[in-house]
């Protein structure tokens, strides 16, 4: 059973840079096929999808927040970690981590973290 967990600060304040990190047992990021992805979802609204890094290290980055976001990994931890730049009010939100199976044409993500609360407010 794999299971994530998210773990970083709940408050940031407004043009400071968001560190999350997501911590993965019971699987490696390294096996293949999947792409460890950050979603988030702001209070009264759906889902968006950041960006995720694949098993073999490479990333994919939401377009509208690609020039803010940066996501890596520590394979030795077993983890991988979420950098979004600037931030402002408008990036609070509750922010997931989870496991997609890549290459599909439609997202699927089959498992999830609990997800952490991230306000931006100074």
């Known amino acids: 059973q794999v299971q994530l967990q998210e773990s970083g600060p709940g408050l940031v304040k407004p043009s400071q840079t968001l560190s999350l990190t997501c911590t993965v047992s019971?699987?490696?990021?390294?096996?293949?096929?999947?792409?460890w992805s950050w979603i988030r979802q702001p209070p009264g609204k759906g889902l968006e999808w950041l960006g995720y890094?694949?098993?073999?290290?490479?990333?994919g980055y939401s377009p509208s927040l690609k020039s803010r976001t940066s996501i890596s990994r520590d394979t030795s931890k077993n983890q991988f970690s979420l950098q979004l730049s600037s931030v402002s009010p408008e990036d609070t939100a509750v922010y997931f981590c989870?496991?997609?199976?890549?290459?599909?044409?439609?997202?699927?993500?089959?498992?999830w973290g609990q997800g952490t609360q991230v306000t931006v407010s100074g």
């Open positions: 989870a496991r997609r199976i890549y290459g599909l044409s439609q997202p699927s993500y089959d498992y």
């Open positions: 019971g699987g490696s990021i390294t096996t293949k096929y999947y792409a």
């Open positions: 890094i694949v098993y073999s290290g490479s990333t």
